[in-house]
Every structure is written in C-alpha cells, then in structure tokens.
C-alpha cells in the first residue's frame, strides 16, 4: 500500500512540473510590441501557441478594427504585458486600479497557410469583445465605460476564425467596474482548429469526470453517515467533497454557468468565493474528527468563527470590495495547511490509523494551493490545478474512511453472523467456485433429472436452464437409449464406475463446440441418495490448436524434408506428374481394356511417397481413390462408368490439393524449385557448361542455333537482383522516415549474370539516390499536393541484341541550375563550356567523378563516387544512360547495353 501512495505522490508532483513547463521555456515565441511572429512554431507537433508578451494598450479608449485600418487610434499609452492585470501600470505617473475600461491590440504573423485557426480564450475581469481581422468572434457579457454601461460574464470560449489567413490583427476590448482586478487574467491561446477544439473537449472532459467522480464520493459518504451516525468523518468528508464539486461546477467548466445562463456574475462570483470559506471548514472539522487528539476543537472554532466573518463580508460587500480582500484569507488557509501538516505528522508518529494516508493527501492539496496562489498572483503561469489535487486527495481520504468502516463491517460480521449465514455464504462460495470455473457441473440421480446448483457455464453450454431436464437427452440428443443402459449399471452396483469406464463417451459435440466429459460418483448421504455428477470442459479451443500445432508441425516436416533432399522432391515431383498422367490415359480408355491393378499401383505410388514429404491430404486423397478401387481389384470385376467418372473427378481434386499445398510452400520454397516439379529439369554446374563449350567451340562458330542452345543455358532471372534493389530501397526509406511503394516489372527476363555483375551492382547508386535525394518528405509531398507516399519503379526488359533497364521516380526532379552551380563551384567544368550546354547535358553532369550534392559526407552519399561508377560500368560495355528529369514531377534513368 505504502508503494503505491509513493507512486499517486510522484504522479501529481509530475503532473505539476509538466503544466509549470511553459511557464519556465525559453523557446515558446512572445509578443513584442504588439507583434507577435509565430514563423518558428510549428503547431502540427507543438499545438496551440500562448499569445503571452506586450501587446499595445489603450487606457480609458475602446477602439474597434476599423479605427485601426483606418489610422482614427491615437497615441498608444504604452504597451503591457499578457496575461497581466492592469493594475499597477503607470499611466500619467499614477498607477491604474482594477477599475476602468481599454483597448487591446496585437498582431499575429506567419500562421499556417491553409488552415483554420481557433482561440482559447479564458475568464478576463470582466467583460470582453475579440475581433480578428475585423471579424467579431467572441464577446463575454457587455463592455462598456462604466458600471451603468457594463455587464460582466464568467464562460470561457473558443470561438474560430472563419477566414484562413496567415496574419490576424487582433482587437480586443475589455471593461471592469465590477472586480478588484480589471485586464487579461489568464493565458491566451492560439492554434489549428482541430487542436483547440480538441484540447477543450479533453479540459472538459477531465473536469466532468473529476465533478462527477467527487459527486459519486459526496454521496458514498453520507450514506455512511446515515448508515452510522455515531460516526461524524462521513459526513464532513462528504460535505468537503460536495463543496469542492460545486466549486468545480462554477469555477471549472463552468456548468453552473451553463446552466443558468442568466444568473448574476456578482451571485456567481460570491458563491465561488463561499466555496473556499465552506471547503475550509468542512475539511477541518473532517480532520478533526480522525484526530480529535491532536487536533485541538479550539482551533477548529476558530477556524470555523473566521470563515463565518469572510462568509458575511462575502455578502454585505460588491465584487470590488471582497475580492481584494481574498489575499487575507488565503494567508489564512496557508496558515491552517501548516497546523494540519503539523498535526497529520504527529498523529503517524503516533500511529494513529490512516494518518500516514491523509498526510499525503493533505500535502498533494496543499501543492496545489501554493501553486494556485501564485497563479492568481501571476507569479508563475502554470494552471490551475486544485481540481487534480483535490481529486488525489478526496481520493485517499475515500480510502481512510472506506477502510475504517470496512473493519467495522467485518468485525460486526464477525460477531452477528450465525451458523446458518455461515453455511448459506459457504454454499454461495461453492457455487461462485464453480460459476467462475468456466466448466459445466451439474448431477443426476437413477432418474436422470439434472438436479438444482448447477454451474453457470452449464446454462451457457447448453443454452437455457437445465434444472430437472433429462440429464442423457441433454448429451446425447441422437439416441441416448444404450448410454441409459450403461449408467443403470452404475447405479444398481452402487457407483462403481469402474464397470463402465472407457465405453462412456469421453467427449460431446454440440452446436460446433467440442467438450470433455468426466464422470463422478458422489456417494448417498443421510436421505439423499447417490448421484452421478458431470464435469463439462469446452476444449473447443483447445482442439483447434492442437490441429493447428499438428498441421505447423507437419508442414515443418515438409520444408524441413525438402530442404534436405531438393534433387530428391524435384525428381519425386516428375514421378507424381508421370503417374498423374498415365492415370489420366488409363482412365480415358475402354473400362473393357483397363488394367486396374495397375491404376490402383499409380494411386499408391503416389500416396507413398506423397507420405513420405509429409503431404498427408493429398496422401488422404490418394487413399480415398483406393478405396474407391478396392472391389474392383480385388473381385477382378469390371469397373462401373460411375466408378470410373467418380475415380476421375477425386483425381482433379488430388492434383488440385497438390497445387495448393505446393503454393502455400512458395514463401519458404523457391518459386522455380517448385515449378520445377511440373517440367524436366536437371541442375548443371558452370564447369560443366564451360566443357561443354570448349569443346563445342567449332560448332558453336558455324551454327548459331547451337551457340543459342549453348548461351541459354548460363541464363538466369534477375529477379533475386531486382528484388535487392527493392528490399534496399525499402530499407533506406525506413531511415529518412520517407514513404515509398515499389514497383517491378520484368522478374522473369532472363540474361547472362557474368558480364553485367558489376554494372548491375552498380545501379544501386541510382535505386539509393531516387529515396535519398529525389523521394520527397511525406510532408513535403503533402504541401506540394502529391500523395503521401511517393514512387518507385523498376523495370527490365531484354531482347537478342539489348538489355533496357528502366529505373523512375515521382520526387522532385533534378534542377539544372543547382546542378550547374555545384558543378562551378566544385571546379568540375569550366566557365566557357557550362555556357553552351544544354539543360540535358547539365543534368549528365552528376554522373561526374567528384560530383555530390551532398555538403556533408554521411553513410549514405556525399562522397561523389556513386553516380559516376554507374557512368563507368555502363560505359565499359558500351552501353548509354539517358536522363529525363522534370523538376517537381520526377526523374527517369534509362540505361541500355548491348545483350551480346
């Protein structure tokens, strides 16, 4: 228990620092002299932004946008700080009250282009109008210069602004004749509008879920106390929690507020205010009554008799009088926090029950007071956090209360409870046993009527209650007559299950679910006689996992057989096709005619050796068929046309079988050694083929056919060389968090590796610079209208006389311009002669030795010597690259070699 108070300690502590961050960041941009450039916010990632620093200010003026359009504002008074109250400013060398009315004025530039953008606008003392862009968007009761003129309002809003612009002239208007403070209480904010509408919708929901956690504890305790009323903690616990939701509901999300929309500000602002005086009474008579030891009932009254005067003051006296006087009661609440503290550590030296608990409450609460207090005091510009605190604490304090009743309970439990309680709550225990088993128990007697407490998950097996149905129609709904048979002898030998053991079914079917069944005797008591009682397990689960293990565990034999015996599958793959076929012939002839001892051979060479690689469905297939066979061979009679159309449709499906078991290896098998099985194939060494033609060099000279003959055999598909040239591009995708989809085109041409090695290795210069360089950002690609993720596509084709390899993307291009000034700069190419190139030739230039767009020399280029090795490669077999680049569309590498 002590660990996890520790960890709700250190959550809260946590939960502070991270909301006092902004308070202390040096990064967040802040207005300065009424301009405020957000150009170095990124609000995608970093959300809404704090309209925090000097905005202009117009004392005694309301101005309106046009005035400002239009050159009517007169000289400024100066500029003040958000958020601030403007109490204090010197204007005029005198410093303002918290009484009057001004105009507010700040410019916003460099927004996202794009986009709509919305304002979270907080309670400002006490009445306000926004305009952005001259476009009234929020106004908080009536603002006027003078408390006649005047209506004060307490909703928070977050009004959107309905133009996209990527500047906002903000106008704001702000008038108090009704509240100590007069000004910008509280931060502002600016952002996307899904952003703010977002983190509203989750301020909101927070402060709901708080209210109504705090409500459901309010009640929770005073049905305590009405449950025992000795007991006074319940009941101030539950009024302290009471007042802290109503506090909530008027000071939070505003609920009251929302509510009664027409209720006075004044009213709402002195019940906000009763809040504190109440909750602080309430939470000290709570203490009080778990220690009253050490907390003296003196210093209760006092604290009660103080609260009372603020509570009178509250109502005989305006806003403008009693909210200045707030500062003298929370000294008042700081000094009581000190003397619980004091008395919470005196009562766990004592160890007096829950104390240690409460102690930590209490010191989550009092962190959120001193933080608040400094926020209403502008100290720091956190947020107001007394919710979350008194949240962790009510909490805890729930725990106190919930434990020292719950021992109560259990000891008055303890004393009442008689035998019979004793034996009922034993028999529920039982039975919660067996509900929470997951296995179906019911029993029967000699006749067959399931008898009462049955488990749940009977009822669920079988779909409805089953008290006094026959217990045999129940299991064996498809004749249950000789199972009767079986179980009268249990019960005519006294339970001796022994006689029937292993002919009683050991598993049931029902409804596509497989169970097991037990079988127990319990033996005759008293007047009640002996039974037999079923234990139900569904292993329905259970058995699709074991054929699943069985069907991974054979097809592990398959691949593991194959890969060890490759020659041996593929000339075993010749022989089942050579069956299949003579199978085909035989069936096709006259039944007359028909040898069928040598048709039922094919069928068991086949599901021998289909057995041996562990092809057991088309082994099962080949064994059907001989059974079908069976009569026939045996009796030497002839075959029915039935027969034979019956033994001809079961073979298609055999080789259908084969065909599929054969596709479902092509993951872990290759896709050729598998195809290989359906045509004549031998595997030959180069050596081989190198004797060959030396000692065919004669003939190949003279006859050309042969020389063809000869060459193809050294041919081989590219694929596995395409397929690196992807898997590479992936990978390096994955790294420049770029999204790219390949494409291949031509897998299956075939060419002679030997003389294109290296020029093929090379190319993945060009396959890594179309993702590094040419692949844009997903975000880039957005903003420039293109999908998300971009494309690659790789394409080969080869005839008699070339090989054409075709490799293109859809990123930005090559820009010419650039490429001639890297070109200059690095002293690739002269002045004179970069003059009289054409854009073609100057995008050839990256494939010169030195050349690198790239400053910095990381692992993936900048050195220069990527492209230009392709140039090389291409060249030595006299071949030609072609370059067709378009600058924001993509780029085109197309490579042609001779294919001698």
Request: proline share 4%.
């Given at each position: 228990m002590k660990r996890k108070l520790y960890v709700i300690t250190i959550a809260f502590c946590l939960n502070l620092i991270y909301l006092a961050g902004p308070a202390f960041s040096s990064s967040i941009p802040l207005a300065e002299k009424g301009v405020l450039d957000a150009s170095s916010w990124d609000f995608v990632s970093a959300g809404p932004l704090n309209l925090d620093g000097q905005?202009?200010?117009?004392?005694?003026?309301?101005?309106?946008?046009?005035?400002?359009?239009?050159?009517?504002?007169?000289?400024?008074?100066?500029?003040?700080?958000?958020?601030?109250?403007?109490?204090?400013?010197?204007?005029?060398?005198?410093?303002?009250?918290?009484?009057?009315?001004?105009?507010?004025?700040?410019?916003?530039?460099?927004?996202?282009?794009?986009?709509?953008?919305?304002?979270?606008?907080?309670?400002?003392?006490?009445?306000?109008?926004?305009?952005?862009?001259?476009?009234?968007?929020?106004?908080?009761?009536?603002?006027?210069t003078s408390k006649a003129t005047s209506e004060p309002q307490f909703l928070p809003k977050t009004p959107v602004l309905k133009q996209m612009a990527t500047e906002v002239d903000l106008v704001l208007q702000i008038s108090n004749f009704h509240h100590n403070n007069g000004g910008i209480w509280q931060t502002l904010k600016i952002g996307l509008e899904e952003d703010i509408s977002a983190m509203d919708q989750m301020r909101t929901g927070i402060e709901l879920f708080i209210l109504g956690a705090i409500l459901i504890m309010a009640l929770y305790h005073f049905a305590l106390f009405a449950l025992r009323r000795k007991?006074?903690?319940?009941?101030?616990?539950?009024?302290?929690?009471?007042d802290v939701a109503f506090r909530i509901s008027i000071h939070g999300v505003t609920f009251f507020s929302v509510i009664f929309p027409n209720a006075s500000w004044e009213v709402l602002v002195k019940l906000d205010y009763f809040t504190l005086y109440f909750g602080l009474s309430f939470f000290c008579a709570f203490i009080q009554s778990l220690f009253p030891a050490e907390f003296k009932r003196i210093v209760l009254n006092i604290i009660v008799g103080i609260s009372a005067l603020f509570v009178i003051f509250t109502i005989v006296m305006p806003a403008t009088v009693f909210t200045a006087y707030l500062v003298l009661f929370q000294a008042v609440m700081v000094l009581t926090s000190l003397y619980t503290l004091a008395v919470?550590?005196?009562?766990?030296?004592?160890?007096?029950?829950?104390?240690?608990?409460?102690?930590?409450?209490?010191?989550?609460?009092?962190?959120?007071?001193?933080?608040?207090?400094?926020?209403?005091?502008?100290?720091?510009?956190?947020?107001?956090?007394?919710?979350?605190?008194?949240?962790?604490?009510?909490?805890?304090?729930?725990?106190?209360?919930?434990?020292?009743?719950?021992?109560?309970?259990?000891?008055?439990?303890?004393?009442?409870?008689?035998?019979?309680?004793?034996?009922?709550?034993?028999?529920?225990?039982?039975?919660?046993?067996?509900?929470?088993?997951?296995?179906?128990?019911?029993?029967?007697?000699?006749?067959?009527?399931?008898?009462?407490?049955?488990?749940?998950?009977?009822?669920d097996f079988?779909?409805?209650?089953?008290?006094?149905?026959?217990?045999?129609?129940?299991?064996?709904?498809?004749?249950?007559?000789?199972?009767?048979?079986?179980?009268?002898?249990?019960?005519e030998d006294a339970g001796n299950l022994g006689l029937v053991e292993g002919i009683l079914p050991s598993e049931v079917t029902r409804d596509d679910h497989i169970y097991k069944v037990d079988y127990h005797w319990i033996e005759s008591r008293q007047n009640v006689e002996g039974r037999i009682m079923i234990v139900m397990t569904d292993i329905t689960t259970q058995r699709k996992l074991e054929r699943q293990l069985k069907a991974d565990e054979e097809k592990n034999q398959m691949i593991v057989k194959i890969a060890v015996d490759r020659h041996g599958f593929i000339d075993f793959l010749n022989e089942v096709n050579?069956?299949?076929?003579?199978?085909?012939?035989?069936?096709?002839?006259?039944?007359?005619?028909?040898?069928?001892k040598e048709l039922f051979r094919y069928f068991h060479t086949i599901k021998g050796g289909m057995s041996s690689y562990f092809f057991y469905k088309v082994a099962d297939k080949a064994h059907d068929i001989e059974n079908l066979l069976e009569s026939v061979r045996t009796d030497s009679a002839l075959p029915t046309e039935d027969l034979l159309k019956s033994v001809d449709k079961e073979t298609d499906q055999l080789k259908e079988e084969l065909k599929k078991t054969l596709r479902d290896l092509d993951q872990i098998i290759p896709k050729q050694l598998i195809?290989?099985?359906?045509?004549?194939?031998?595997?030959?060494?180069?050596?081989?083929?190198?004797?060959?033609?030396?000692?065919?060099?004669?003939?190949?000279?003279?006859?050309?056919?042969?020389?063809?003959?000869?060459?193809?055999?050294?041919?081989?598909?590219?694929?596995?060389?395409?397929?690196?040239?992807?898997?590479?591009?992936?990978?390096?995708?994955?790294?420049?968090?770029?999204?790219?989809?390949?494409?291949?085109?031509?897998?299956?041409?075939?060419?002679?590796?030997?003389?294109?090695?290296?020029?093929?290795?090379?190319?993945?210069?060009?396959?890594?610079?179309?993702?590094?360089?040419?692949?844009?950002?997903?975000?880039?690609?957005?903003?420039?209208?293109?999908?998300?993720?971009?494309?690659?596509?790789?394409?080969?084709?080869?005839?008699?006389?070339?090989?054409?390899?075709?490799?293109?993307?859809?990123?930005a291009g090559i820009d010419a311009d650039a490429i001639k000034s890297i070109a200059l700069e690095k002293g690739l190419i002269g002045t004179t002669q970069v003059e009289s190139m054409t854009e073609s030739e100057l995008v050839k230039l990256i494939f010169t030795p030195g050349f690198s767009t790239n400053e910095i020399v990381t692992d993936l280029s900048g050195r220069g010597v990527g492209m230009d090795a392709v140039a090389e490669e291409v060249a030595k077999l006299r071949g030609s690259i072609d370059v067709l680049s378009t600058p924001g569309v993509g780029t085109q590498f197309l490579i042609t070699v001779p294919n001698a």
């Open positions: 905005w202009e200010f117009y004392w005694n003026k309301l101005y309106y946008p046009d005035d400002f359009s239009s050159g009517g504002v007169s000289q400024r008074t100066g500029y003040i700080d958000a958020p601030g109250y403007w109490d204090g400013y010197m204007v005029n060398g005198k410093d303002l009250t918290g009484l009057g009315y001004a105009t507010f004025y700040l410019k916003i530039k460099n927004l996202p282009p794009n986009k709509l953008i919305a304002f979270d606008l907080p309670l400002m003392h006490t009445a306000y109008r926004l305009w952005a862009n001259g476009e009234l968007i929020a106004t908080n009761g009536v603002v006027g007991e006074p903690s319940p009941m101030f616990f539950g009024l302290f929690c009471l919470l550590i005196w009562s766990s030296v004592k160890k007096r029950e829950g104390a240690r608990v409460v102690l930590i409450g209490c010191f989550l609460i009092i962190i959120a007071q001193v933080n608040d207090i400094l926020y209403n005091h502008e100290v720091i510009h956190t947020a107001e956090i007394i919710g979350f605190g008194l949240f962790f604490m009510i909490f805890l304090q729930s725990y106190v209360l919930s434990a020292k009743f719950s021992k109560a309970f259990d000891m008055v439990e303890e004393l009442s409870v008689g035998l019979d309680r004793m034996v009922k709550e034993r028999t529920a225990a039982i039975k919660d046993l067996l509900d929470n088993t997951g296995q179906g128990f019911f029993s029967f007697a000699r006749d067959y009527k399931v008898q009462p407490f049955t488990s749940k998950a009977t009822d079988f779909g409805k209650p089953i008290e006094d149905e026959n217990a045999l129609e129940l299991m064996y709904p498809n004749g249950y007559e000789d199972k009767e048979k079986l179980l009268n002898l249990i019960f050579m069956c299949l076929d003579k199978i085909k012939e035989i069936l096709s002839g006259s039944a007359s005619d028909m040898s069928i195809e290989a099985g359906f045509q004549p194939y031998f595997r030959i060494s180069e050596s081989k083929i190198s004797r060959l033609e030396a000692i065919l060099e004669n003939e190949m000279r003279t006859n050309p056919a042969l020389a063809g003959a000869i060459k193809g055999l050294r041919r081989q598909p590219i694929r596995n060389i395409m397929k690196k040239f992807a898997s590479d591009a992936e990978g390096l995708a994955v790294n420049l968090g770029k999204k790219v989809n390949i494409t291949l085109e031509g897998e299956d041409t075939e060419i002679v590796h030997n003389s294109f090695k290296p020029m093929l290795s090379s190319l993945i210069h060009i396959v890594r610079n179309c993702v590094d360089h040419g692949i844009e950002e997903p975000e880039t690609r957005l903003a420039a209208h293109k999908p998300e993720v971009g494309t690659l596509d790789i394409k080969v084709e080869a005839d008699d006389k070339e090989l054409k390899i075709n490799i293109s993307d859809d990123g």
